[in-house]
């Protein structure tokens, strides 16, 4: 149980080019997803945090308009990187809270896969 | 404001070798949870373990055990008998109890298990 499915997996586009990537709950209803970007060999930034049927909260620095941010149903958000640019390569990772996986009575996030992002 | 500090980062050890990789945390926060998940080569995140402020025992998951020493700080994880597969990075995390419940993440240490 548990599973997050994150898509594409990879993408490559030519620069000024939008691309959408999905993060699905498949077996859990998800009240809140965190998206997260990895840079090589780094460690893991959060972006923003978004609940079902609000606007995301951003993380200071994180450009609202650069990535849209979209939580439509409990178990779909999407991350659009608008204009894309070669600096926003990277490996962007989603993960998903909901009331099911407790360990030690703690809610513990599922991860999605995460999707590689390479801008021509 | 929450911190997590991984001061290695990079770890070598032999197979069926137990290895410890730090992690040392700073928060006001009067209650939080500490976490540590497993990322190998293809990307995903994999939780192994789970550790909370008020626990008064020590989490342990299979070969894997949190050495919590809450005055310290200090959150570190061991890994008994070490395997081949466990060669990745690893990230310790942790976030609040109560309020906004993201997780922060230490930079990482990439464990390479030699046979």
């Known amino acids: 149980g548990a599973v997050v499915s994150q898509h594409p997996s990879r993408v490559i586009c030519k620069s000024g080019t939008s691309v959408k990537i999905e993060c699905r709950s498949l077996?859990?209803?998800?009240?809140?997803m965190f998206w997260y970007r990895q840079f090589p060999k780094q460690s893991l930034m959060l972006m923003a945090t978004s609940n079902e049927g609000s606007k995301a909260t951003y993380e200071q620095g994180v450009e609202k308009d650069k990535f849209l941010i979209n939580h439509a149903s409990l178990t779909l958000s999407t991350l659009t990187v608008t204009s894309a640019h070669p600096e926003d390569s990277s490996f962007y990772i989603c993960s998903a809270r909901g009331p099911g996986r407790l360990v030690s009575g703690a809610n513990v996030l599922t991860f999605g896969a995460g999707s590689r992002l390479t801008v021509l | 404001a929450q911190k997590i500090t991984q001061t290695q980062p990079g770890m070598f050890v032999q197979e069926k070798e137990a290895v410890t990789l730090d992690c040392t945390y700073d928060t006001s926060d009067p209650s939080y949870g500490l976490f540590w998940y497993k990322q190998p080569s293809s990307g995903e995140m994999i939780f192994l373990i789970y550790?909370?402020?008020?626990?008064?025992q020590n989490a342990t998951e299979g070969r894997y055990s949190l050495n919590f020493q809450k005055a310290r700080k200090s959150a570190n994880l061991v890994i008994s008998a070490s395997q081949l597969g466990d060669s990745a990075m690893y990230f310790c995390a942790m976030r609040r109890i109560q309020g906004a419940q993201k997780l922060v993440f230490g930079q990482g240490t990439r464990l390479t298990i030699n046979p």
């Open positions: 077996d859990f209803q998800a009240t809140t």
């Open positions: 550790q909370g402020s008020y626990d008064q």
